[in-house]
């Protein structure tokens, strides 16, 4: 059979990649075979015929120097040929078009290998050849995949010779053939440190030896879940390891949060948060990746209720003693133990991630930079945490221009005398709201304004209309009293004429025209009406929700501005005001980032003053 295009593709990067530390094979599949163990444990509950002749797990990795290869033999759930085919064959996981993307040119490509869930593809790094033989529990046919990694695979029957490689009536033998550049794999003192070293952690004993001759001997690990263990007898580099086995991934966890919950409900967590940010982070499914435990019986990796959905980029184990084990996976996500856990759980999260900001600084900033809009959804779906989630939340403002994050509580102890609101304005790019003629005249008077890019900022912000007590209010909606008389201002007959001509001209495109109270260098700008939706939030929700709305905005004048002075002299020449007046208001749409209505008639009216002036 031949590969799917992406294996093939990934293949050619691991046989090309220059890659110093080798190691990581042996890593990728112990974790293979672990996994292979706990599903079977699992499995074993509903139906324990499955174990009854081999009950106790174990992983077996030896050498053959004479035939220079290397095997590794677990006795967990095992692979049918359907299986075989579909797990090593493709890459059954969706996004593998952008992990190809993300491969492509990069020096560190195979470090990108475990987040896609491929590890077992890093054993051609040190292998010509491997085969696999498996055997799934409760079945009695035994099969055979074969590969050199280029030329695509085989699937056939396993020989008898390949079945005693086995231990038992079921499990997976993954057998190498190694290339001579990686012959240190054939040493037994390689072997054993090297398993050892990444995987000690691992709740499954590891013999160095054949399935048969060492069942008697000591493992190579303690065989002891991490999670279990108390804190003060972990080192940073086990917890790093641990870390990694459960994502795959080859960076450093960012924060460890290692608790045990007693009370009503009783549970331990072992919960990481990654230095880099999952290439998924933003699938729609929001699929959470927290390992459920119960008695530590490994249940599933993906129950809905678990995590809440802002947490899906931790990593990590929670195991109850208090959940039943004679359940299907599907019966035990209604549960209703688990929203306590996922409260809790929630709760110790954000509280670490509070005392992280008070205690390092530029790892929290590390992290708020990687996760921070999606910690924020939560401001929109979970009531019940918002406090804390607004503890931990950071935002740019005027204050530095987008130098340093701020929180909340930042702002309310700067606001100015009198101030009772928390001034926002929202777009995509901070470089772009840095500029914006709307927060002129908050700079001029030394009033705050928060700088809002994430796309979630637009909806929470629907939900959680005030923070202690002071209402957020957009800088681009409404009318903004900065702290002058709250009458609007008297205009003088020339301006009064200018806004009647303007209206008029500009009646199919803005809702009304009125004197600035915003604006102090820019002539013009666009603004919501105040029981309207805000700009930035009508062009997301047109991106996102196919949102048909198209509301009028109101356009403001700077009537001190010398080219609306001019162009208050000229209302009497009704060609060149008509012109002038789609011109401003295309002026203010473009700074606003949003599109002309009629580019050729932009452009044209532009030639026209251009060559006016010049």
């Not at 590891?206 to 690990?221: S, Y």
């Not at 708020?368 to 403002?397: M, N, P, T």
Request: include cysteine; charged fraction near 30%; charge should be negative.
């Amino acid at each position: 059979m031949n590969f799917s295009a992406d294996v093939s593709r990934l293949l050619d990067i691991v046989a090309n990649a220059l890659y110093t530390n080798h190691d990581v094979f042996l890593r990728e599949l112990i974790s293979n075979a672990a996994d292979a163990c706990d599903r079977l444990r699992y499995d074993a509950i509903q139906n324990p015929a499955l174990t009854k002749d081999n009950p106790d797990f174990r992983i077996h990795v030896y050498k053959d120097t004479t035939t220079r290869t290397l095997t590794l033999v677990d006795n967990g759930t095992g692979m049918s040929k359907g299986e075989l085919i579909d797990h090593l064959g493709t890459i059954a996981k969706s996004g593998t078009a952008a992990l190809m993307e993300k491969m492509k040119g990069s020096s560190d490509s195979l470090k990108l290998i475990g987040q896609f869930g491929v590890g077992f593809y890093a054993s051609y790094m040190v292998a010509s050849k491997v085969t696999v033989i498996s055997r799934k529990a409760g079945e009695s046919e035994t099969w055979a995949w074969v590969s050199d990694g280029r030329t695509g695979f085989d699937v056939r029957e396993a020989t008898k010779e390949e079945i005693d490689r086995l231990d038992g009536a079921r499990g997976t033998a993954v057998i190498l053939n190694i290339k001579d550049e990686a012959a240190e794999f054939l040493i037994d003192e390689k072997i054993k440190h090297t398993a050892l070293h990444y995987s000690d952690h691992i709740d499954v004993p590891i013999f160095l030896g054949e399935p048969g001759a060492a069942d008697k001997g000591k493992p190579l690990n303690k065989a002891s879940a991490l999670w279990t263990r108390p804190k003060a007898d972990i080192t940073q580099e086990q917890y790093t390891e641990f870390y990694r086995h459960i994502s795959h991934g080859f960076d450093e966890p960012l924060m460890i949060s290692h608790w045990h919950a007693e009370g009503k409900i009783e549970y331990t967590g072992l919960l990481f948060i990654p230095t880099l940010r999952p290439w998924d982070l933003f699938d729609p499914s929001r699929r959470s990746f927290v390992n459920l435990y119960v008695r530590r019986v490994f249940i599933t990796d993906s129950l809905e209720t678990l995590m809440f959905p802002w947490l899906r980029f931790v990593r990590g184990v929670i195991d109850s003693q208090d959940l039943p084990l004679n359940i299907s996976r599907e019966s035990l996500q209604f549960n209703p133990l688990l929203p306590k856990i996922r409260s809790g759980v929630a709760k110790k999260i954000l509280g670490d991630l509070d005392k992280l900001s008070r205690d390092d600084f530029h790892g929290f900033i590390a992290f708020w930079g990687q996760f921070g809009a999606v910690i924020k959804e939560g401001l929109y779906d979970a009531a019940e945490h918002r406090d804390d989630i607004f503890k931990i939340c950071r935002f740019y403002s005027t204050l530095n221009d987008g130098e340093k994050f701020i929180s909340l509580d930042d702002y309310v102890g700067r606001m100015k005398e009198g101030q009772e609101e928390i001034y926002y304005i929202s777009g995509e790019k901070i470089d772009t709201l840095i500029s914006s003629p709307q927060i002129e005249g908050f700079r001029a008077r030394g009033i705050e304004v928060l700088y809002l890019t994430d796309t979630i900022d637009d909806f929470w912000l629907q939900n959680v209309p005030e923070y202690k007590g002071r209402k957020f209010k957009s800088v681009t909606k409404g009318d903004i009293n900065l702290g002058q008389d709250d009458k609007k201002p008297e205009a003088p007959k020339e301006s009064a004429d200018l806004i009647r001509q303007l209206k008029e001209v500009l009646k199919d495109d803005v809702a009304d025209v009125r004197i600035s109270k915003r604006l102090t260098e820019s002539p013009v700008c666009l603004v919501a009406q105040e029981r309207g939706v805000d700009m930035h939030m009508e062009r997301v929700l047109k991106i996102h929700q196919k949102y048909a709305g198209n509301s009028k905005p109101v356009l403001e004048i700077n009537i001190k501005h010398p080219l609306i002075e001019k162009l208050g002299a000229k209302t009497a020449d009704s060609a060149l005001f008509a012109d002038a007046a789609h011109l401003l208001l295309d002026q203010a749409r473009i700074v606003q980032g949003e599109p002309v209505n009629d580019a050729g008639a932009f452009a044209r009216r532009m030639s026209a003053f251009m060559a006016s002036g010049l």
